[in-house]
């Protein structure tokens, strides 16, 4: 009888800055030291049996207590932030109660691509069948060495001298053009967040784009939104004083979606693009040509400060003006 086939990967390595990087320190800033157990045990747990995910319940929370000697409560709370602060993935967590991440998937197929079977179910696939090695979110979890078995590796570097994968375009990503509406969705973000802050990200506008379409496109296909909705969303958050400094990248405006459309919500919005409400000028700055000063007229100097305070009023809301007029 053949043995069955194992998922997991048999190690995984720690990178030498782990605590350095900026998810973990804000997991430790929020749940303190204790968190550095918790999360590395997780990963033990994630990469030894299914190999790019484990499922999260009152079980595995026991597990990981009777591992570490930490809490059941305080586990639930690591586990909470890391998925807050995108260590792990919030949307896999809140759909399928598991943990995992494009990272860790990521890692896994390319330590596991001796194996005979590396595959990723599609429900949980993050990385839609591509294995991307530039992921931006690359630097937040372990990274993982290996296959299944460690003497491998003098065989498997010689292997890789000699035979080399070709190169992806892209990453392995689509291509993307002008005519795709989640380009066209990027482009319209870029737009909108350069509208509130010139200065932002003035580089490699097109990889950007790139990307941030991608992350759009799975939005689309993965989380079931409309691209109507999307596009809607990014005219949304762009408008709001709290989001539109959030999101400002297309992976953002995927993992915020759905708390997004929440508040607009709770607003009493009825679609994804915000209402404006209608502003008059102050007081002061109304003219009033037919009701002259006390006095009678004002004098050349008086009407010229009281035209530069209303011009320099205007100026400030100009989109306040247009709806006003």
Known sequence: MARPVKKGLEYFSIDVDMLHRMKVRKIMLSCGPQSIAVLVDLLGNIYGDEGYYMQWDDDARFLIFDDVGVKEAAVQEIVTKAAQVGFFDQGMLDKYSILTSSGI?????????????ST?????????????????VSDAETPVSGADNPQSKAKESKVNKSKKEPKRPH????????????????????????????????????????????????????????????????EWCQHDDFWKSNVLSGSKLRKQFDQMKMQAASRGR????????????????????????????????????????????????????????
Do not use: C
Request: glycine share 4%; hydrophobic share 25%; charged share 35%.
């Open 120 to 136: 990723i179910n599609p429900e949980y696939d993050l990385l839609d069948g591509v294995i991307d090695t530039d992921n931006e």
């Open 270 to 325: 009825g679609s994804s693009k915000p209402t404006r409400a209608k502003e008059t000028l102050p007081t002061w700055a109304q003219k009033t040509p037919d009701k002259p000063a006390s006095d009678g007229k004002l004098s050349p100097e008086q009407q010229a400060a009281l035209d530069a305070r209303i011009k320099k009023f205007k100026a400030r809301r100009p989109e306040k003006e247009e709806a006003t007029s």
């Open 171 to 234: 990453s392995g990503k689509p291509k993307y053009g002008p005519d795709d509406p989640p380009y066209q969705i990027a482009q319209h973000l870029l737009k909108a967040i350069r509208d509130n802050d010139p200065e932002f990200s003035p580089k490699n506008d097109e990889h950007k784009l790139q990307t941030w379409a991608n992350d759009i496109r799975l939005a689309h296909t993965q989380d079931g939104h409309t691209y109507d909705k999307l596009d809607g969303m990014v």
């Open 105 to 117: 998937q990521k890692r896994y197929q390319m330590a596991a691509r001796k194996k005979k079977d």
